[in-house]
Every structure is written in structure tokens, then in C-alpha cells.
């Protein structure tokens, strides 16, 4: 199409079909701005595959709180010899009577990678109780263990940060609505999602006692507010960055996280259990 039949259809076009173009305009934009990060996350690469470093970032989060898309976002323009995304699915019966860490200690990252894993050993903290995927003792062990086994990770070395993307209950309800409206989207929308809102307290005591156990000073968690998806990208994006201190870094840059909707697991902490004074329940 010439640009200027574009500005005709433009011209003719109903309410709907501006908005839409309004919203690819936004995204475009969104996209513009996060470029100069994406670069820097290209030279943090270059000084891990250099100094021959490894790094491990999980991303969790409940269902429809943005964990893809801010992982496509951190490896859009990354070189892919030097990083991968691990989402394993269901353990195999061999895998069931290994040590539990046993599958993901085997994706774990060489000398100068990054392995991401969207969604991690963290199961067992939250989605496996919940829906009786392990017994009250498996969950138990993993939360009395796992700290000293992060605690291991970083004495050997291993660059280490977990994310973990907090969406509002009004907001994932919204997102299952267009995951089951969507034709392109529909595949993302299981039996499980739909019991997430029914459930949704239970997550939210679960996703406080995964906060209160196991965030350290070792291995701390950083939780990022993702109601607005490109605002939860950045900030996903400068938490990495600030976690290395690579070559070459861009200083024009502002690598400043956004206190807003970027929270230090001990601050969440501290939020869930003033709500729980005031309101008496948690609300995040």
C-alpha cells in the first residue's frame, strides 16, 4: 500500500479501526524505547561469554501476569548462541523419583550463557500444593531446602536473580477473557487458568509464604508490578542489567527501576502483611 492510499484508509476509517491503529502506534513506540536496553543486554552477553560467567534469571508469576512476553522482550535481539528459555513440562515418571532439582540442574547454564526459566523449581512453592501435584511433606522439604540450594548456586559462582511479575486479580480476568476470545491466544488458556481466579486467595497466601521463606540477602526476589505490560518489560529488562557489571556500559542510560511497580521481595513482604493488619487478608 503508498502512503498515500494509508492516509485515505486512514481518512475513511471507522472509530475501531483508528483506535487500532493508535494502539500499533503505542507499541511501536514502547518497542523504540526499550531498544537502547535490549543493546546493553547484547554487551552484558559479550562480558559473561569474555569472563566465561554463567547466569540464571527465573521469571514467575501467576497465569497471565506477563511472563512471556517480558522474556521475549529480554531475548528479542540477543545472541543465540549464548542463552536459552527452559519451560519444562510435566515430569516424567523416571524424573518423579529423582532429586526434585535434578531436571533443572541439568538446563543449567555453561561458562559465558544464560538460561532463563520461565517458570522454575518455584512449582513446588506455589502451583503444585495448590492443585495437589505434590504431598504436604514434598512442599515442605522444598521450602526448608531450596534457600541453601540457591545459596550453593551463587557460592559457585552463578549470577543469579529471580523475578516475579505480580498481576492484579482484575487484570488476569481481563487477560483469560481475550485468551478465550482470541483465536491466536486461545492456546493459552487452560482448565487451570480458569480455577486461578477461584483461587486466587490461596495463590496469594501461597505467593506469601514463597516470598517470606525464601527471600535472602543471597538470593533475593525482585517483584515487578505488570498490570502495564511495557512498564513491567523495562523494568524486567534494567533488573538484569543491574545485576552485572559489564564492559562498556552505556551511561546515558537511566538503569533506575521504577519504585512504583518495582518492589524488593522483603518490601512486598512488608506490603502483604500491612494489608493483612489493616484488611485482614492480602490484597497483592
Keep these: 500500500m503508498e502512503y498515500q492510499a494509508f492516509l485515505e484508509e486512514l481518512e475513511q476509517g471507522d472509530d475501531d479501526f483508528k483506535q487500532l491503529i493508535y494502539r500499533r502506534y503505542c507499541r511501536y513506540l514502547d518497542d523504540i524505547s526499550l531498544r537502547p536496553y535490549q543493546a546493553e ?8 561469554e569474555s569472563e566465561q560467567q554463567k547466569m540464571i534469571i527465573l521469571v514467575e508469576g501467576r497465569d497471565a501476569a506477563g511472563k512471556g512476553g517480558s ?14 528459555v527452559v519451560a519444562l513440562g510435566k515430569p516424567s515418571n523416571v524424573q518423579l523419583s529423582q532429586w526434585y532439582f535434578q531436571r533443572y540442574v541439568e538446563q543449567f547454564p ?6 532463563l526459566f520461565d517458570r522454575s523449581w518455584y ?14 511433606k514434598q512442599y515442605s522439604t522444598f521450602m ?11 557460592e559457585h559462582g552463578i549470577i543469579f536473580h529471580k523475578i516475579y511479575f505480580s498481576v492484579s486479580k482484575e487484570v488476569q480476568a481481563k487477560r483469560f477473557n481475550d485468551r478465550e476470545t482470541n483465536q491466536l491466544k486461545k492456546w493459552k488458556l487452560s482448565e487451570i487458568d480458569v480455577q486461578m ?6 495463590f496469594t497466601e501461597m505467593k506469601y509464604q514463597m516470598l517470606k521463606q525464601t527471600h535472602s540477602h543471597t538470593s533475593p526476589w525482585a517483584v515487578i508490578r505488570s498490570n502495564e505490560k511495557h512498564r513491567a518489560h ?8 543491574n545485576k552485572v557489571d559489564y564492559a562498556n556500559r552505556n551511561m546515558s542510560l537511566d538503569y533506575t527501576v521504577d519504585s512504583d511497580i518495582y518492589y524488593s521481595g522483603a518490601h512486598e513482604i512488608e506490603l502483604m502483611e500491612n494489608q493483612l493488619r489493616e484488611k485482614g487478608k492480602f490484597i497483592v
Design 41 to 48: 543486554l547484547i554487551k552484558l552477553q559479550d562480558h559473561l
Design 71 to 84: 522474556l521475549r522482550r529480554i531475548t528479542r535481539y540477543m545472541n543465540e548462541k549464548h542463552y536459552r
Design 110 to 115: 555453561r561458562g559465558g550463557e544464560i538460561v
Design 123 to 136: 512449582n513446588r512453592a506455589m502451583v503444585e500444593p495448590i492443585f495437589d501435584f505434590c504431598t504436604q
Design 144 to 154: 526448608k531446602t531450596v534457600s541453601q540450594f540457591e545459596d550453593d548456586l551463587v
Design 197 to 202: 481466579q477461584e483461587r486466587w486467595d490461596e
Design 234 to 241: 523495562m523494568n524486567a529488562v534494567k533488573s538484569i542489567l
